[in-house]
């Protein structure tokens, strides 16, 4: 008799973090029984991106739950359409509409404090003469926007340890939007200084999501870790077989 899969639970990072921002939600899930992949998003394009997390997803044998977390729920809006994708859990993301990107949907709310501590640097990209514009946060300003709620000391290493993102990623329209045909869950961080929560809101109850909300900073998954996991274990067993 054949075993079934276990299921695995990939875990999307957002922009400005890596996947060292699930830290607190890995060993829980691992404990749970679930299988855990946190990839490393190359952070350079939405669509890029999403390419690249769905070749990790169809490398995965079996079911899969595919959590992102704020730019990383853009990427998994896209790659989410992956046919063993079973389930999808924001986690203070962005869920775009088809043929939407992350400028058109932020612009039609009022500017987060993120807006005014955004820093711009070019970076080369190789065969361009052009280069990129890598986008990072005021390394002063990342703890109250980012971690307000987590521990000082740890909020000083996230904020010098970014992961820019190419300001190409919010120009990239969503060629796909995979809560339509996938069962969706959404957390709001309703304390939120880095996406205006009403973006979260608007995105999740656009997508008819099971919604729920945190009083917590942008990094919920560090600041309130079981409450992630509790999330993500009930859309998991929501589509169980």
């Known amino acids: 008799m054949t075993q079934p899969t276990t299921t695995t639970i990939v875990l999307v990072h957002g922009a400005f973090a890596d996947a060292a921002s699930y830290a607190r939600v890995i060993p829980e899930l691992l404990a749970h029984g679930y299988n855990v992949v946190a990839p490393a998003v190359p952070n350079r394009s939405l669509i890029g991106d999403a390419a690249y997390t769905a070749s990790v997803i169809r490398q ?17 809006t896209v790659a989410g359409v992956e046919d063993n994708v079973k389930a999808l ?13 992350l ?6 709310f009022p500017d987060s404090d993120l807006a005014s501590a955004l820093v711009y640097t070019p970076f080369p990209i190789e065969g361009s003469t052009e280069g990129g514009t890598d986008v990072t946060v005021d390394v002063a300003k990342f703890p109250a926007i980012f971690a307000a709620d987590v521990e000082p000391e740890l909020a000083a290493v996230l904020a010098v340890s970014q992961r820019p993102l190419a300001a190409q990623a919010f120009a990239d329209a969503a060629p796909a939007a995979a ?14 200084h880095t996406i205006n929560p009403d973006v979260e809101r608007f995105g999740y109850q656009r997508a008819g999501m099971t919604t729920t909300e945190v009083d917590s900073s942008h990094l919920v998954m560090l600041a309130h870790p079981k409450k992630v996991v509790e999330l993500i274990c009930e859309a998991a067993q929501s589509v169980a077989h």
């Not at 809560?179 to 939120?192: E, I």
């Open 103 to 108: 400028g058109e949907l932020q612009g039609r």
């Open 179 to 192: 809560w339509k045909t996938k069962p969706s869950w959404g957390l709001v961080a309703s304390a939120d």
């Open 89 to 101: 859990v924001y986690l203070a993301g962005y869920a775009l509409e088809q043929g939407e990107s």
């Open 60 to 76: 995965i044998p079996g079911p899969v739950i595919l959590v992102g977390h704020s730019y990383g729920g853009a990427v998994i």
